[in-house]
């Protein structure tokens, strides 16, 4: 059974530090692996997702990482803005499965 | 705009009554999902439809009834609502043949039993 952590559960970082969110999960066997933002109160936008052939994508300041043979990825957020607090959600879909596996998130605060 | 939409976005209702939650997609995706997410904000599926046919039914209770008349189209309806049944659910829409997979995710809507 695919089980998803992502560490840490919650980061407050001053305005403009780089920082890495992480995420792990038990069952190499993904299709591709989605990170989220999810703002209080408010739906999932899809940040960037990463097909299971693929290391990584890229988008704005935005860069995720995907180890599959070891069951990593990793969310690096360059020179964070107040804007980007919010809760962060790694979700991996399964090969074979239409589901995806959320992990519980790491709610980020960038202060100002 | 092109997006998954979901009405009502609140739901308060007492225990005993039968509800349902509308979702519509006009991404063009072949593949809709239900998701729930609990109070401690933990995210789970229900179920999926591909093209109007039931996929994944994730040990959910008889009283949840997924309906796709089409493959834009999936609403949840809920019968006999009970306490725990209090949480946001999620409608999301995929592209799966030929596409990236890729889950666009609705507003979501908050259902509260009293």
């Known amino acids: 059974k695919q089980e998803v952590t992502q560490i840490p559960a919650a980061l407050s970082v001053p305005e403009g530090e780089n920082l890495v969110l992480n995420c792990s999960f038990t069952?190499?066997?993904?299709?591709?692996l989605q990170w989220f933002r999810q703002d209080p109160g408010k739906g999932l936008t899809s940040l960037l997702l990463?097909?299971?052939?693929?290391r990584e994508q890229t988008s704005g300041r935005l860069n995720a990482s995907l180890d599959k043979s070891s069951g990593r990825s990793t969310l690096y957020i360059a020179a964070s803005q107040p804007g980007d607090s919010a809760t962060y959600l790694c979700a991996v879909r399964q090969g074979g499965s239409e589901k995806l596996v959320f992990g519980k998130g790491t709610k980020l605060t960038v202060n100002p | 705009d092109t997006a998954v939409s979901q009405t009502p976005k609140y739901l308060v209702t007492q225990m005993g009554n039968d509800k349902s939650i509308k979702c519509e997609q006009n991404?063009?995706?072949?593949?809709m999902y239900w998701y729930k997410q609990d109070s401690k904000k933990f995210l789970k599926i229900m179920f999926s439809?591909?093209?109007?046919?039931?996929?994944i039914n994730e040990t959910v209770p008889n009283r949840f009834s997924p309906k796709s008349p089409d493959k834009a189209h999936l609403n949840l309806h809920i019968n006999s609502l009970e306490l725990g049944d209090s949480a946001v659910y999620f409608c999301a829409s995929s592209q799966d043949i030929g596409g990236s997979r890729e889950q666009f995710f609705g507003p979501g809507t908050r259902l509260t039993v009293l």
């Open positions: 439809y591909n093209n109007k046919e039931l996929i």
């Open positions: 990463i097909q299971s052939s693929q």
């Open positions: 069952d190499s066997a993904i299709y591709n």
């Open positions: 991404l063009g995706h072949d593949t």
